[in-house]
């Protein structure tokens, strides 16, 4: 928890350059827009049309469309703009603001009385003037309410912009969702709700002295918020020398694993941001693309994924595949296998498998028509299902899927019979289960493997300070860091993990 | 020979199929009170925008002391010309003083005292400056609307049912007032209205407009004698009618 909190005024700092910039950007675009709709009842239908429509794409859903469209038209233009990070999360959080800005300037111009409209350019009011002197101020109440909404909104779906890689207030959601630290998710939507409030209050404010037309309380909300924006620019100042970006999945071993790296890197004097929460699917392509610098990967998901492999060779030869396909195709390095691996494992209790007398996959599938399987959200949608029923004829009396903790706990509680664990996780061990040999090698291994981008690749003294990483992580260390960030009680954040996990690598 | 203040020259003007004004011409010379009559539809608000280009004419010209209307710029042009129309519009978020000297800065003039002036000069206390238009009267609005079309100094006004909301003694009370800051400050004013009684008892010179045509123009006098053909004088006939039937009643009182 300690170790959240000093990283608060970082992320408060990056959640509000990213909400004041969305929220200016979707006023530069919308205020012109609503002007120009406002005297085109057709142009106001395409307008208000096409920003609801936006509105009707969930944010998470607008915020990941946004990677592969700013892949595409970087690989069009030849590269140089970047897919992950501030640039998506800006233009998706201005797409999202742009509706309540726009309807509502639309409507307090359209309302306005015709006679009020008539007299302005009775008296020959340029259009200039007209806007300035009868529309806007006649327009503004109804105006500022969407302004308020849309910078309600972009504050609270600013905190997913955590899954495109920009830091904000969502790393501290996210990252306490997957490890289940409440405190943490507490903290990041307290903060996020707070800002939101006194941005509210604020744009309140604002709009109160423009209609009664008392000046303190506009300079005074505008002077709160400029002071807000500077603080939140003081990192930025200080921020010198290189920094490289290390990216990571969205649960604990990733969190921890990000860390144990970026404390290695923070030493040799490196400046280090974390870009957590990625997709399997994205994150491959981010490192490939320059987006992230390192992060780590697990063996059977890029022979799967990102090669589409269905094949399962020896675990060497896999590696030995894998480091070249990537070399091959420029599109990373694989620097070598930390130690460990992070399979789909077969487990049971402890007490029953003993019963039961069942070691293998073999004798599961003997007995799979009296038992029930557990697994994780993806795994029965997953080539390795199939791979693992090709080679073991299973039928299970049931199989549903849990959510990865709600899984241990079902486990547990008799609720099922067999789950598909992580042979990392550190509940293994704790929970007192036994995981089943895969005996013909059905499952492809899942090695975890450190992988650098190509530009990384030319810094030696980045690549020294991550090394001696490569085969020091044996899987009991592993089970044991995920372990003090999963358990129940005494949960130690990623931060402490990882400095622990350190010191255990000599 | 000095050009009128204000001429029509074969002014047409169609709104798709329909013909508002088909090919007016009047001269209208300086001083002059006309009062453009006739029943909705007839086009004597066209004719009345086509002055200071609310309504842009299809064919013919209007000419301020002999120049195109067409070829001035059109705050220039607007500027010149008071503007006082039925629906008022005043500016609903700023106070009577500022509706009232908004031309002037527009025009970059300072309003030094001129805002008090205008409130002597329609009627209404001075300390109603700082009120806002949502505390006035129907008839206090409109003196207001007409304060701010007096603003800039113009010496043409163009008034479009000008008192046409207001209750029979306000009407009444701000008729005549203005009629006399007309001949005060020297004014052109043309006024539209459908009511032949305000005309008569207005106006220097009538003319009377239907179905785009002008079938009438002559001074109240000679419209009450009987002249002017048949649109006019049924027009002349609901007033006069009215007022017998009054003149009875008192008889039989």
Same mark, same amino acid.
């Given at each position: 928890m300690s170790g959240a909190l000093a990283r608060l005024p970082g992320l408060l700092a990056a959640h509000v350059q990213l909400s004041v910039a969305a929220l200016l950007l979707a006023l530069a675009i919308g205020l012109p827009l609503a002007v120009m709709a406002a005297r085109r009842p057709a142009l106001a239908r395409i307008v208000l049309g096409f920003a609801s429509l936006v509105q009707t794409i969930p944010a998470l859903a607008l915020l990941a469309l946004f990677y592969p469209l700013l892949l595409a038209l970087s690989a069009m233009v030849g590269g140089g703009i970047?897919?992950?990070?501030?640039l998506p999360a800006l233009l998706a959080l201005t797409l999202y603001a742009l509706l309540p800005i726009l309807r509502n300037a639309v409507t307090g111009l359209s309302g306005i009385d015709p006679a009020v409209l008539e007299a302005a350019d009775g008296m020959g009011m340029t259009a200039g003037q007209r806007l300035r002197l009868v529309e806007a101020p006649l327009a503004l109440p109804v105006a500022m309410a969407g302004i308020r909404t849309a910078a309600v909104w972009t504050i609270g779906a600013a905190t997913l912009a955590t899954t495109v890689g920009q830091p904000c207030l969502g790393d501290l959601i996210f990252a306490g969702l997957q490890t289940q630290d409440w405190p943490l998710v507490l903290t990041g939507c307290a903060a996020a709700a707070l800002l939101a409030m006194l941005a509210d209050g604020l744009l309140g404010s604002t709009e109160w002295g423009l209609r009664t037309r008392r000046l303190w309380p506009v300079w005074g909300s505008l002077a709160v918020l400029a002071c807000g924006l500077g603080l939140s620019l003081v990192p930025l100042m200080r921020s010198q020398g290189p920094v490289v970006t290390i990216g990571a999945k969205n649960f604990s071993e990733q969190f921890i694993l990000a860390r144990v790296i970026g404390q290695r890197l923070e030493k040799a004097g490196y400046r280090v941001q974390y870009r957590e929460g990625l997709g399997s699917a994205v994150i491959f392509k981010a490192l490939s693309a320059g987006d992230i610098d390192i992060y780590l990967d697990y063996a059977g998901t890029l022979w799967t994924n990102?090669?589409?492999?269905?094949d399962v060779p020896p675990r060497a030869q896999m590696l030995t595949e894998i480091g070249g396909w990537m070399k091959g195709e420029g599109r990373?390095?694989?620097?070598?296998?930390?130690?460990?691996e992070n399979s789909y494992a077969f487990t049971m209790r402890a007490s029953e498998q003993r019963r039961l007398g069942i070691r293998t996959l073999e004798d599961l599938a003997a007995r799979s028509p009296f038992l029930r399987l557990g697994t994780d959200i993806e795994f029965l949608e997953r080539p390795e299902w199939a791979m693992t029923r090709s080679a073991y004829p299973m039928r299970f009396a049931e199989a549903r899927p849990f959510q990865p903790t709600m899984m241990y706990n079902a486990l547990a509680s008799g609720r099922v019979d067999v789950i598909t664990a992580?042979?990392?996780?550190?509940?293994?061990a704790s929970d007192g289960l036994a995981t089943l040999t895969d005996t013909k090698g059905a499952i492809p291994a899942y090695d975890a493997l450190l992988l650098v981008g190509n530009a990384r690749m030319k810094d030696p003294r980045l690549i020294s300070a991550i090394t001696p990483l490569i085969g020091k992580i044996a899987v009991n260390i592993m089970r044991e860091a995920n372990y003090r960030v999963d358990?129940?009680?005494?949960k130690e954040s990623p931060e402490e993990a990882a400095l622990w996990l350190n010191a255990q690598i000599k | 020979m000095t050009p009128p203040a204000i001429r029509f020259d074969q002014v047409r003007k169609a709104y798709g199929p329909s013909i508002?004004?088909?090919g007016a011409s009047l001269d209208i010379p300086a001083g002059q009170f006309v009062a453009l009559v006739g029943s909705s539809g007839s086009g004597k608000s066209t004719l009345l925008k086509t002055v200071n280009r609310l309504a842009e004419p299809d064919a013919g010209r209007v000419l301020l002391a002999g120049k195109d209307? *067409?070829? $001035?710029?059109l705050p220039d042009l607007r500027r010149r010309i008071g503007y006082v129309f039925q629906?008022?519009?005043?500016?609903?978020?700023?106070?009577v003083g500022r509706n009232i000297d908004i031309a002037l800065r527009l025009a970059g003039q300072k309003p030094d005292g001129r805002v008090e002036e205008l409130l002597d000069l329609i009627g209404?206390?001075?300390?109603?400056? *700082?009120? $806002?238009?949502?505390?006035?009267s129907g008839g206090q609005a409109q003196r207001v609307g007409v304060a701010r079309a007096l603003a800039a100094g113009p010496s043409i006004m163009l008034m479009d049912e000008?008192?046409?909301?207001?209750d029979p003694v306000t009407r009444d009370s701000l008729g005549r007032a203005y009629r006399a800051l007309h001949d005060r400050l020297g004014m052109t004013t043309i006024m539209v209205t459908h009511d032949m009684a305000e005309a008569l008892l207005l106006a220097d010179r009538i003319i009377v407009m239907d179905s785009g045509d002008i079938v009438a123009d002559l001074a109240p006098a000679a419209l009450l004698a009987g002249a002017g053909g048949d649109v006019a004088q049924a027009l002349v006939a609901v007033p006069r009618d009215q007022a017998e039937r009054l003149r009875a009643l008192e008889a039989d009182g």
């Open positions: 970047p897919a992950l990070g501030f990102e090669m589409r492999r269905t990373a390095q694989l620097l070598g296998p930390l130690g460990f992580f042979s990392s996780d550190g509940r293994i358990r129940p009680d005494a | 508002a004004v088909s209307v *067409a070829a $001035m710029a629906h008022i519009g005043l500016f609903p978020h700023i106070d209404l206390p001075r300390a109603f400056a *700082a009120r $806002m238009p949502a505390e006035l000008p008192f046409g909301a207001l």
